[in-house]
Nanobody, 114 residues
Framework: QVQMVESGGGLVQPGGSLRLSCANS????????MGWYRQAPGKQRELVAT???????NYSDGVKGRFTISGDNAKNTVYLQMNSLKPEDTAVYYC????????WGQGTQVTVSS
């Protein structure tokens, strides 16, 4: 039984920072990758960043240089450090972990506004 629990979202001013966390309540056997995605109202869910067990990390062009993804497979936990936040970063952020299956978090709201 796996439940993905996200935390760290909230309201922040432009230029501010937030750190998102996502941990599952159980254990995912042989995690292949972990990642973060986001969805703004009226828009498709989009990739933010992923980290694969082979060490490969990918960021969307819009967050590259500002966001940092990290994770601990053994702890079934993934983090997203978000710096220099912009209003266009406002979205619901979802974590994802996958092995032979995929698991999604419930989403956490990030709002960047002055």
């Amino acid at each position: 039984q796996v439940q993905m629990v996200e935390s760290g979202g909230g309201l922040v001013q432009p230029g501010g920072s937030l750190r998102l966390s996502c941990a599952n309540s159980g254990s995912i056997f042989s995690i292949i990758g972990m990642g973060w995605y986001r969805q703004a109202p009226g828009k498709q869910r989009e990739l933010v960043a992923t980290i694969i067990t082979n060490g490969r990390i990918n960021y969307s062009d819009g967050v590259k240089g500002r966001f940092t993804i990290s994770g601990d497979n053994a702890k079934n936990t993934v983090y997203l450090q978000m710096n220099s936040l912009k209003p266009e970063d406002t979205a619901v952020y979802y974590c994802r972990m996958w092995s032979s299956r995929e698991y999604w978090g419930q989403g956490t709201q990030v709002t960047v506004s002055s």
